[in-house]
C-alpha cells in the first residue's frame, strides 16, 4: 500500500478483554514503532523493531502488553485483560532506515476504548 | 519527567499572520528534532526536520529555528492559512536509542 495501514480503525473492548491491533507498514520498511497518544497529548514510545528484532520495549506500560513482528513486516500489538487506563489512540509508525529514526511515517491509528 | 516542553498549548492567528510555535529540551543526546502536523483523526505527518549542527532549516513557508546552548527550537509558519489549522507536536530523537519524545502539542487556529 501507499502509507501505514492500522486495524481496526476503532475498538471497544470490555474490562478484561484481550485485544490485538494490527500495523501494516509501507513495504519494504525496516523500522516500525508503536506510539501511544492519549486525548490531548503527544505521542509516547512504546516499544521499536528494526526487521523482526525487538530492540526496545522499554515504554510498554506493563507485562500486559506484547508486540512482535515476526517476519519483519506485520506487527500486532496485544493487550491482554484491558484497563480503563488503557484507552487511547494506538499509533504505529514505520521508517526506511535501520537504526536511525528519521522521517517516520505514521498510520492514522487505532482508537481503543476501554468499558 | 518530561523531557520535551511546548508552548504554547493553543494559538490563534489572523490569515496571513506568523505562527510561533516554541519547545525545549533536556536531554543533550538528542540529535534529531523533527516537526509534526496532526488533523483530527489522523497520525502526525513530519513536517520539517532539523539536525543541532545547523540553526535554522527553511522548507516553504516552514522554517525551523534551533539554538543549541540554550536547548531550545522553534516553528515558525509564515503566511499562516486556514488550511495550517491543525495540532502540531515538536519531537526529539536520539538516532543512536531509536525513539522519538515528543511535546504535548499546540492547536493552532488560523481565522480567515
Known amino acids: 500500500g501507499a502509507g501505514v495501514s492500522q486495524s481496526p480503525r476503532y475498538k471497544v473492548a470490555k474490562r478484561g478483554q484481550d485485544v490485538a491491533l494490527r500495523c501494516d507498514p509501507i513495504?519494504?520498511?525496516?523500522?516500525l514503532f508503536w506510539y501511544q497518544q492519549a486525548l490531548g497529548q503527544g505521542p509516547e514510545f512504546l516499544t521499536y523493531?528494526?526487521?523482526?528484532?525487538?530492540?526496545?520495549k522499554s515504554g510498554l506500560p506493563s507485562d500486559r502488553f506484547f508486540a512482535e513482528r515476526p517476519e519483519g513486516s506485520v506487527s500486532t500489538l496485544k493487550i491482554q485483560r484491558t484497563q480503563q487506563e488503557d484507552s487511547a489512540v494506538y499509533l504505529c509508525a514505520s521508517s526506511s532506515t535501520g537504526g536511525r529514526e528519521e522521517k517516520l511515517f505514521f498510520g492514522s491509528g487505532t482508537q481503543l476504548s476501554v468499558l | 519527567q518530561q523531557q520535551v516542553k511546548q508552548s504554547p498549548q493553543s494559538l490563534i492567528v489572523q490569515k496571513g499572520g506568523i505562527s510561533i510555535i516554541n519547545c525545549a529540551y533536556e536531554n543533550t543526546a538528542f540529535d534529531y528534532f523533527p516537526w509534526y502536523q496532526q488533523f483530527p483523526g489522523k497520525g502526525p505527518a513530519l513536517l520539517i526536520a532539523?539536525?543541532?549542527?545547523?540553526s535554522e532549516k527553511k522548507e516553504g513557508r516552514f522554517t525551523i529555528s534551533f539554538n543549541k546552548s540554550a536547548k531550545q527550537f522553534s516553528l515558525h509558519i509564515m503566511d499562516s492559512q486556514p488550511g495550517d489549522s491543525a495540532t502540531y507536536f515538536c519531537?526529539?530523537?536520539?538516532?543512536?536509542?531509536?525513539?522519538?519524545?515528543f511535546g504535548d502539542g499546540t492547536t493552532l487556529t488560523v481565522k480567515p
Open positions: 523493531f528494526q526487521n523482526e528484532a525487538q530492540l526496545d
Open positions: 532539523i539536525r543541532p549542527d545547523v
Open positions: 513495504s519494504g520498511h525496516v523500522s
Open positions: 519531537a526529539a530523537t536520539n538516532t543512536n536509542a531509536g525513539k522519538s519524545t
